[in-house]
């Protein structure tokens, strides 16, 4: 299968690139700065704002996987981050649209439920969280994220393209992850709030990839969102405990006594099957100081 790959030097781009190309597709890697890919492929770089660059990085293939886009909110006055990761999305859509693609699976994130960048502290009104929570963006980062998703539904009424969102949590590489956890578990309160922001979910990049390559291959049809994380938290202490001290006023639908995760992924769960196969050592953060 010929694969665009766009953001394909970024952290879930990279391992996405290496795997698509371990497994034999021909992929068409793509970037807005130089960086390194794998022998045997061209990195093409360009801006994805672009619609004619967006055209011709497309052309002929048979699926996009686009994780491209500025990954938080960055600039005060949020015009930079809406105006590059909207119109960057927009094009990829129009691209693989027009160049006839059976499937492109792109980015969203679980900051679309607004909590991860609020200015305000912000909660989820219930947990487990799945896909149909109210997004409460206050923010540009979730509302591109809201908007994108919205642009794959008309984008797939109006071709026979599948467009498939995934709602990522932190995704990274195990070291990072495990890096972060050990930080804000026992050292940095200030994290510990971050953490709490985000909902302590994770995802190691490898499972990403993973199920992005399952979704290209898959038969899925129409506009489709998923929750995608692992089923614990980064936490070393437990789910209930988190939420009565971080977010006293979120609903519990669920047993959290363990450390389950506050986002639900049984939908992606029952229409593709693929379970995250890398997760925390937990005794390793627990003890680690």
């Not at 694969?3 to 879930?12: C, D, E, L, S």
């Not at 015009?79 to 027009?98: D, H, L, R």
């Not at 994770?202 to 506009?223: C, F, I, M, W």
Request: glycine fraction near 6%; hydrophobic fraction near 40%; aromatic fraction near 10%.
């Amino acid at each position: 299968m010929k694969i665009t790959m766009t953001g394909a030097i970024g952290r879930i781009g990279k391992v996405t690139t290496q795997l698509l190309v371990d497994r034999g597709h021909e992929v068409v890697a793509v970037d807005i700065a130089d960086g390194p890919v794998p022998a045997g492929i061209k990195l093409h770089v360009g801006d994805l704002t672009d619609l004619d660059f967006a055209d011709k990085v497309v052309a002929g293939s048979d699926a996009v996987i686009h994780m491209a886009g500025i990954p938080s909110p960055r600039d005060e006055r949020q015009y930079n981050v809406y105006k590059n990761n909207v119109n960057a999305t927009f094009a990829i859509f129009s691209a693989a649209a027009n160049a006839k693609c059976r499937v492109v699976a792109y980015a969203s994130s679980c900051s679309a439920y607004g909590q991860a960048w609020s200015d305000e502290w912000s909660s989820p009104i219930y947990a487990p969280m799945t896909e149909p929570h109210p997004l409460m963006c206050t923010e540009s980062y979730s509302l591109c994220k809201e908007a994108n998703e919205q642009a794959a539904l008309m984008w797939s009424k109006r071709s026979d393209t599948t467009f498939v969102g995934f709602r990522f949590p932190y995704t990274n590489n195990m070291d990072e992850l495990e890096d972060f956890a050990i930080k804000f578990n026992h050292h940095d309160a200030e994290l510990a709030k971050t953490a709490a922001k985000i909902g302590w979910g994770y995802l190691d990049a490898r499972d990403a990839a993973a199920a992005l390559e399952l979704t290209v291959r898959s038969d899925l049809k129409g506009a489709q969102v998923f929750n995608l994380m692992a089923p614990d938290t980064m936490a070393i202490e437990t789910t209930d405990k988190l939420l009565a001290k971080y977010h006293p006023t979120t609903e519990l639908r669920g047993d959290f006594s363990g450390y389950q995760s506050i986002f639900s992924s049984d939908h992606w769960l029952e229409v593709m099957g693929y379970k995250p196969q890398h997760l925390f050592d937990r005794e390793k953060i627990r003890n680690a100081k």
